[in-house]
């Protein structure tokens, strides 16, 4: 498995931009997909953008299209995700995971491992 923590993080205003990053270790960090996932207290944790491991395709949840952006930089071991015209609805714990198995997945059982999760809070 590999150790993924997530940062970025805050209180923004609606409307306003964030980056969250997740650093993961060790040396194959560009044969994992990655995943972002996000939960809202009392809501199931949910499905929010994916990305290959060359960074070559992108998936995005239908509520963040558009406004949301996933990439990696597999020389630092990092995937961000750009947040952008941010909603008090995106308002969450943020969690990054990686995907150990071939493809991408949208469910959260398709995920080896998983950080800590990073607090975004979206103020009205």
């Known amino acids: 498995q590999v150790q993924l923590v997530e940062s970025g993080g805050g209180l923004v205003q609606a409307g306003g931009s964030l980056r969250l990053s997740c650093a993961a270790s060790?040396?194959?960090?560009?044969?994992?997909?990655m995943g972002w996932f996000r939960q809202a207290p009392g809501k199931e944790r949910e499905f929010v953008a994916a990305?290959?491991?060359?960074?070559?395709?992108?998936y995005y949840a239908d509520s963040v299209k558009g406004r949301f952006t996933i990439s990696r930089d597999n020389a630092k071991n990092t995937v961000y995700l750009q947040m952008n015209s941010l909603k008090p609805e995106d308002t969450a714990v943020y969690f990054c995971?990686?995907?150990?198995?071939?493809?991408?997945?949208?469910?959260?059982?398709?995920?080896?491992?998983w950080g800590q999760g990073t607090q975004l809070t979206v103020s009205s």
């Open positions: 995971a990686a995907r150990s198995t071939r493809g991408v997945s949208m469910r959260p059982s398709g995920y080896d491992s």
């Open positions: 060790g040396h194959t960090f560009s044969s994992y997909a």
């Open positions: 990305i290959s491991g060359s960074g070559g395709n992108t």
